[in-house]
């Protein structure tokens, strides 16, 4: 059992369902997935099976208290976008609130909070807004901190827009940073004047000796973008390089594929400036570096839907990525499977309005896909021999807090 530092104030918010006086109540089973349930003011989380059907519907919510909760969750929660596979449960609690989680499953047990950012004088008005996490040893971990910070003086470790360093062993800063702003590029901004679009790192892989790291290049007004990206980060070393995604904007989604990676670029601009620039790539190692193998660019076939979101990896060069809706007119979001070899996409099932799909969670042994849907629950889809995609019924979580499904991750 690994344990973290004692830590003893609370701050509560309303009443948590998966909790008890002096403890979060332990799991009766192995869970295998986390969902996350939230209407960006408060949160829970959902501890369910393979077939996503639920243990515990509320484990931890934003009115947890339970000794070593320093901070409850926030609105704004996310799970490390591949699973840690170390026995706990990780939860990034993001913009404005900047908090890293450890809970230990089944036990419930809470390892320790760390704040991503020295919160010291002078730094107050700065959110490192931490976006994913890598797991390296048992002392150290990487957070990919989003936000870059504006204050020319501010000190070196707190300058964000970086790959942050903590030991999950004590849940303490280790006082290192790795730093991307070697890859802000400058663009025109809305208004047409010259803008700094930041690294903005987010999604992490590891690929054998390697981190590979999604860039979003975005501006501070998110009015910018610079050309697509990924970074390589050597994990012995530190040292760093840039892969440019030719004619790809926003690269921030990166996710495993065995023992290559699949990066999402979700584009920029209007319907038309997002189909320009949108795609899905293929990253391997080659000779130890990182390298683009496949590039699919939804431009370049006026066909395909522009599904770059969530993207998630199915078998061989198949995978399941969505395409968002819009509220004018008003359409659907759509999910689709896609044939990166062949170019084809194929529709498997649509949401009932704009924004409300998350993305998908592929389970190859049961060829099962979950995917939440914030009017309908965990919906799943279970592919045939044939290939085909049949849906089955709903898992609907915790009704009575009317928080809508948005993110479900492995442990």
């Keep these: 059992m690994r344990r973290g530092i004692g830590l003893a104030a609370v701050l509560v ?94 036990s419930g047990e809470v390892l320790g909070q760390v704040r991503t950012h020295d919160a010291g004088e002078g730094e107050s008005g700065w959110s490192s807004n931490p976006h994913d996490v890598a797991l390296i ?102 040292e760093t390089r840039l892969i440019e995604l030719e ?21 920029f601009g209007d319907m038309a400036g997002k189909r320009a620039t949108a795609g899905i790539a293929v990253v391997e190692l080659v000779d130890g570096h990182v390298e683009i193998t496949r590039t699919l660019r939804f431009g370049d076939d006026e066909q395909l839907p522009v599904a770059s979101q969530g993207v998630v990896h199915v078998d061989a060069d198949r995978v399941l990525a969505f395409e968002w809706g819009a509220f004018d007119p008003a359409t659907p979001d759509r999910l689709f499977e896609i044939d990166l070899a062949t170019g084809s996409a194929v529709e498997i099932a649509s949401s009932a309005g704009p924004f409300e799909l998350g993305s998908p969670l592929f389970d190859g042994a049961e060829d099962l896909a979950l995917v939440p849907d914030a009017s309908r629950g965990l919906r799943r889809f279970v592919r045939g021999e044939d290939g085909t995609w049949s849906e089955m019924d709903a898992i609907e979580l915790a009704t009575d807090l009317a928080l809508p499904v948005r993110h479900i991750a492995r442990l």
């Design 247 to 267: 004619g790809l904007h926003d690269c921030a989604r990166v996710v495993p594929a065995g023992e290559r990676a699949i990066v999402g670029c979700a584009g």
């Design 13 to 106: 918010i309303g009443c948590g369902g998966g909790s008890e006086p002096g403890g979060i109540v332990p799991l009766s089973e192995e869970p295998a997935y986390a969902v996350v349930l939230s209407d960006y003011t408060s949160t829970a989380i959902a501890m369910v099976r393979a077939d996503g059907t639920a243990v515990d519907e509320r484990w931890v919510t934003s009115g947890t208290e339970t000794p070593g909760l320093v901070a409850a969750l926030s609105g704004d929660v996310a799970i490390p976008s591949a699973g840690l596979g170390d026995g706990t449960l990780w939860l990034l609690d993001r913009f404005r609130t900047d908090v890293l989680t450890r809970i230990e499953v089944p």
């Design 137 to 238: 040893a048992d002392d150290l971990a990487w957070i990919s901190r989003f936000e870059p910070n504006l204050d020319p003086a501010a000190p070196e470790l707190e300058r964000g827009n970086d790959l942050y360093a903590i030991d999950p062993s004590t849940m303490t800063r280790r006082g290192m940073r790795i730093g991307l702003s070697q890859y802000d590029v400058e663009v025109a901004g809305a208004d047409g004047t010259s803008a700094t679009a930041f690294a903005r790192p987010s999604s992490i892989v590891r690929l054998g000796d390697v981190l590979v790291v999604g860039l979003a290049r975005l501006t501070v007004a998110f009015d910018g973008a610079g050309p697509g990206a990924i970074a390589e980060v050597t994990i012995a070393t530190g």
